[in-house]
């Protein structure tokens, strides 16, 4: 099993909502990661976990809130969110730990979010 | 501060033509790895081919083959017999080797057309 899942596909919240996006992976990574892609963008890195433990918050506002409850999954917490932050949220893992040997990221399908 | 440059933002092929996708990078680093990822529309990233620092030799997949000139901090994509299947988004990205994180840094992007 060489896949990232991520739910849902598509979401539509207000900006008085509380939502959450899922990752899973059962690749045995041990670091996972989220990024945000605006359209005909690079991703942006926002947070890596390594060992399910918070190794990266790249100044990420604090409206969203990731979690790791475990190593296959990865939580991204969103609450009282921008219109701005409309965009493609991907989920990646590679095998780790970070830094040593070359470790691929692999990517998933992303969760399109659309702020009201 | 380690930069990834592509400077063309969109290229045009004819099918089973040959073209070049341009990438330029600055890290001060000596150890590294280079990548190329793809991003069909509205679809998963992928992994196309990737780049040791330390070895001399071009890595190939398949169509797939990269120029990498270390001096000059280049590392083009040349894709052959092109098929409409190529047409996407093609990011190059650095990653330091042995760092606190497998941080990837992405170019801007260059995206392809595939024209029958």
């Known amino acids: 099993d060489t896949e990232v899942t991520q739910t849902p596909k598509h979401l539509v919240m207000g900006m008085t909502n509380k939502k959450s996006l899922k990752c899973e992976q059962h690749?045995?990574?041990?670091?996972m990661y989220w990024y945000k892609q605006k359209a005909k963008k690079p991703p942006e890195l926002m947070f890596v976990?390594?060992?399910?433990?918070?190794?990266i918050n790249e100044s990420v506002p604090s409206r969203f809130s990731p979690e790791c409850p475990n190593s296959s999954l990865l939580n991204l917490h969103l609450h009282a969110l921008q219109p701005e932050d409309s965009a493609l949220y991907l989920c990646?893992?590679?095998?780790?730990?970070?830094?040593?040997?070359?470790?691929?990221?692999?990517f998933g399908p992303g969760t399109r979010l659309t702020v009201l | 501060a380690q930069t990834v440059t592509q400077s063309q933002p969109e290229m045009s092929v004819q099918e089973a033509e040959t073209v070049t996708l341009s990438c330029t990078y600055d890290?001060?680093?000596?150890?590294?790895?280079l990548f190329w990822y793809k991003q069909p529309p509205s679809r998963q990233m992928i992994l196309v081919i990737r780049?040791?620092?330390?070895?001399?030799q071009n890595a190939t997949e398949n169509r797939f083959s990269v120029n990498f000139q270390k001096a000059a901090k280049s590392f083009s994509l040349k894709i052959s017999d092109s098929q409409l299947g190529d047409a996407a988004m093609y990011f190059c990205?650095?990653?330091?080797?042995?760092?606190?994180?497998?941080?990837?840094?992405f170019g801007t992007g260059t995206l392809l057309a595939v024209q029958p």
């Open positions: 990646a893992s590679s095998q780790g730990p970070p830094g040593g040997n070359y470790n691929e990221q692999f």
């Open positions: 690749m045995g990574h041990r670091a």
């Open positions: 976990y390594s060992y399910e433990k918070l190794s």
């Open positions: 890290t001060s680093e000596s150890d590294y790895y």
């Open positions: 780049q040791e620092a330390y070895k001399q």
């Open positions: 990205a650095l990653m330091n080797y042995g760092g606190a994180t497998n941080k990837l840094i």
